[in-house]
Nanobody, 120 residues
């Protein structure tokens, strides 16, 4: 059974930090491209960060550059999103996404999301 399970969300004050995790199972995670997206209330889902298969490169939305860091540990089938200097506008549900190929079939998996709330 394919699963992407996010964790680590919560309530934090502005300027604080959180570390999100996304644990994968049921597919070849180590050969998938993985990303974080977020969706704030009343807004469309937006890209946050992505990481290459072996973690050799990362890409970030302009809004989080310099504050967020994405990493992966293929030995644990897990990706992380370290979020520092959090702002009110970072409040959203954060989703993990994994894409790749199983044979010739492309897959596109999503987790259930984890809530991040920035509030004083």
């Amino acid at each position: 059974q394919v699963q992407l399970v996010e964790s680590g969300g919560g309530l934090v004050q502005p300027g604080g930090s959180l570390r999100l995790s996304c644990a994968a199972s049921g597919f070849a995670f180590s050969t998938s491209g993985t990303s974080w997206y977020r969706q704030a209330p009343g807004k469309e889902r937006e890209f946050v960060a992505s990481i290459a298969i072996f973690g050799s490169s990362t890409n970030y939305a302009d809004s989080v550059k310099g504050r967020f860091t994405m990493s992966r540990d293929n030995s644990k089938n897990t990706v992380y999103l370290q979020m520092n200097s959090l702002k009110y506008e970072d409040t959203a549900v954060y989703y993990c996404n994994a894409v790749g190929y199983s044979g010739r079939a492309r897959y596109d998996y999503w987790g259930q999301g984890t809530q991040v709330t920035i509030s004083s």
